[in-house]
C-alpha cells in the first residue's frame, strides 16, 4: 500500500540499469572484435585480388573494409556514450531513499503493533 504512495525506492534500478550498461559494454566489445577480424580478412582478400590483377575485385574489398571501419567508428562512439551514462548513474542510494524507506518501516511496525 504504502508502496504504491511513495513509488518504492529505486535502488534496485540502478543496479540493474548498471548491469544492463555493462552487458551492452560487453556485447559492443564482442562486436568490435568481430569487426576487425572482418577488416583484416577484406585486406587480405584485397592483397590477394591485387597479385591477381584483379583491380575490380580488390577495389570492393577495401569498399568493404571502409565500410566495417566506419562501423567500427560508430561502435566506438557508442562504447564511450556508454561509458558516459555507467560515471553518471549513482553509486549511492540517497538520503532521501534512506527517509522513505525508514518512514515505510516505521509506519508498518505501528500499523501491526
Do not use: W
Not at 5 to 25: A, I, N, P, V
Not at 31 to 37: A, D, P, T
Amino acid at each position: 500500500m504504502f508502496s504504491k504512495l511513495f513509488h518504492g525506492c529505486r535502488e534496485d534500478s540502478s543496479k540493474s540499469s548498471s548491469d544492463k550498461l555493462k552487458q551492452t559494454l560487453e556485447m559492443l566489445e564482442k562486436k568490435e572484435i568481430i569487426l576487425q577480424k572482418k577488416i583484416s580478412v577484406e585486406v587480405e582478400r584485397a592483397k590477394e585480388f591485387t597479385r591477381a590483377r584483379n583491380k575490380q575485385a580488390a577495389m570492393q574489398c577495401l569498399k568493404r573494409k571502409k565500410f566495417y571501419e566506419g562501423k567500427m567508428e560508430q561502435l566506438c562512439s557508442s562504447q564511450s556514450h556508454i561509458r558516459d551514462q555507467e560515471q553518471k548513474l549513482p553509486q549511492k542510494p540517497s538520503v532521501h531513499c534512506r527517509q522513505v524507506q525508514q518512514m515505510t518501516t516505521n509506519l508498518k511496525e505501528n500499523l501491526e503493533a
